[in-house]
């Protein structure tokens, strides 16, 4: 009798545990935590006009002339979140050398929440734009590389670098086979790339992409090709300002 009563009070005992257990469990459940961070990327299409650059593939510029590329790389520094209380977040250390082959570029993590917009140099600050490339390793931006994107270790780096050829005849309808470098560079070239205004949001749970064009037609506005077709920009610096100043209306968000 004792032996059953025993038996009995165990396994009241260990049934009321499991619904204990159980009913913890449920109690204990919780939502997982809104996220505070999330990734940011700049998507980045470079064209020319309305069609993505491939190398070698013949172009019209807008005056008719043909052209093809086989290089065309630049900087972008200095990218700048603008808050809806107008403080800037600053994305900091991060630099990107964007080619036509690439489209994403990530920028990290950035606070969730509404922003007003951003701005990025096309270039790089003095102070970075004149350090020494052999200091860098070659996980970085910035160590030689080859192509050269770089003058010399005082002289600074080649903001922007467009090559390839260009049809030369007066009536714009030869071969395209006359060589062209656009090495465009110097501190005073940098420019701001202003998208102040160009609202956007970065939600929780969510991450963010900021689409954007280039048009290296519009770089070459008022460029004659045929006749301003070099610079390494201290021995042709009228073209070279002329390019580094279209770069401010060579931007879209897409």
């Known amino acids: 009798m004792k032996k059953a009563l025993l038996r009995s009070g165990l396994i009241i005992l260990s ?10 469990d449920d109690d204990d459940t919780e939502p997982t935590p809104a996220s505070t961070e999330q990734n940011l990327t700049f ?8 069609t993505s650059v491939v190398y070698g593939t013949n172009y019209a510029h807008t005056d ?12 972008i520094s200095n990218i700048v979140l603008i808050k809806q209380d107008n403080s800037e977040l600053p994305i900091s250390g991060k630099v990107l050398l964007v080619n036509p082959s690439e489209n994403e570029y990530s920028l ?13 140099y096309l270039g790089l600050d003095s102070a970075t734009n ?9 996980e970085n931006l910035f160590p030689i590389q080859t192509p050269s994107i770089h003058w010399s270790w005082n002289s600074g780096y080649i903001f922007m670098k467009i090559e390839g050829l260009v049809d030369t005849s007066l009536a714009g309808n030869g071969n395209v086979n006359f060589p062209f470098f656009y090495h465009v560079g110097l501190d005073q070239n940098t420019k701001t790339i202003d998208f102040t205004n160009e609202a956007f949001t970065v939600a929780s749970g969510s991450d963010k992409e900021i689409g954007l064009e280039f048009d290296l ?7 004659d090709m045929r006749t301003e077709n070099a610079t390494h920009t ?4 009228p073209l070279a300002t002329k390019i580094a100043d279209n770069w401010t209306i060579s931007f879209e968000i897409e």
């Open 108 to 120: 990290g993590k950035v606070p969730v929440g509404s922003y007003k917009g951003f701005r990025f």
């Open 15 to 24: 049934t009321f545990g499991v619904l204990f257990t159980s009913c913890k």
């Open 217 to 223: 037609l519009s770089t070459l506005t008022n460029v």
């Open 43 to 50: 998507h980045i299409h470079t064209n020319v006009g309305a």
């Open 64 to 75: 008719g002339r043909t052209f093809n590329l086989s290089d065309l790389r630049y900087y």
């Open 130 to 138: 004149h350090t020494d490339p052999t200091t860098y390793t070659s």
């Open 234 to 237: 201290m021995d042709n610096m």
